[in-house]
């Protein structure tokens, strides 16, 4: 009898810990489905759509904000080691899946300026990078969701893949731009979209990490790839 409220105290930790999940994983949908829409928009040259995308980003963020402050009620209830550990992710992977909002309402934005100018045939080697970014953060979001941390180590060492394509996609850009003085200005919107798409895989690769956390502690990470090399003087 003595060991009912205790009990009770951790039932009810635990449902309230399951729902802060269930509310992350409706934040990432929410991301996820933000960025398909914003690829959507630049293929479709749609101004409307794209501006109802960086109106919806708002959301997001009123949803980070309502996590960050659910978390740290929970926080105040005395939580054990593997408890802090998730709640430093519960803090840590909704701001990472708000910077993803963010970079889709970039795109989203970027392609109304893109839309003054002729259309370019770049937008479809954009939009297989950016479905290549939100496949990233679906599947990571899946391994937090089943708390699997070897798929999240297996979708951090993917994101070597979206650096290659990001790469090329850079040099494609700048080869068009020197051929013609007239691709400047579409080409220079393309690059700074494709930049956000490859700062997603990044933000996705953070979430792996603090899967890994959250699973193993401070247990070290294997080392990671990277093959993004546009910050290189071979980029061209």
């Known amino acids: 009898m003595t060991n009912q409220p205790h009990e009770h105290i951790v039932k009810s930790y635990d449902e309230e810990q399951r729902r802060l ?49 659910d978390v740290m009620q929970l926080a105040l209830r005395g939580p054990m080691a593997r408890d802090l550990r998730e709640i430093l992710a519960g803090l840590r992977i909704p701001s990472d899946i708000e910077r993803i909002g963010d970079y889709a309402a970039n795109v989203a934005k970027r392609s109304i300026a893109l839309n003054v100018s002729p259309p370019v045939p770049h937008t479809t080697n954009l939009r297989a990078l950016g479905l290549l970014a939100a496949r990233q953060v679906s599947e990571v979001l899946d391994a937090y969701r089943d708390g699997d941390a070897d798929r999240a180590l297996r979708v951090r060492a993917r994101d070597a893949e979206l650096d290659a394509q990001y790469t090329a996609l850079f040099r494609e850009l700048l080869t068009y731009m020197m051929e013609d003085a007239r691709n400047i200005t579409p080409c220079t919107h393309l690059l700074f979209m494709a930049k956000n798409l490859e700062r997603i895989g990044d933000h996705a690769t953070n979430i792996a990490e603090n899967i890994w956390f959250l699973v193993h502690g401070d247990q070290p990470l294997p080392p990671r790839d990277k093959r993004d090399e546009t910050n290189t003087t071979g980029a061209v």
């Open 21 to 69: 999940v269930g509310e992350i994983l409706h934040m990432g949908a929410m991301a996820v489905a933000q960025l398909e829409a914003a690829l959507d928009v630049v293929e479709r040259r749609d101004d409307r759509a794209a501006q109802r995308i960086v109106a919806n980003d708002v959301e997001i963020d009123k949803l980070e904000a309502k996590i960050s402050h």
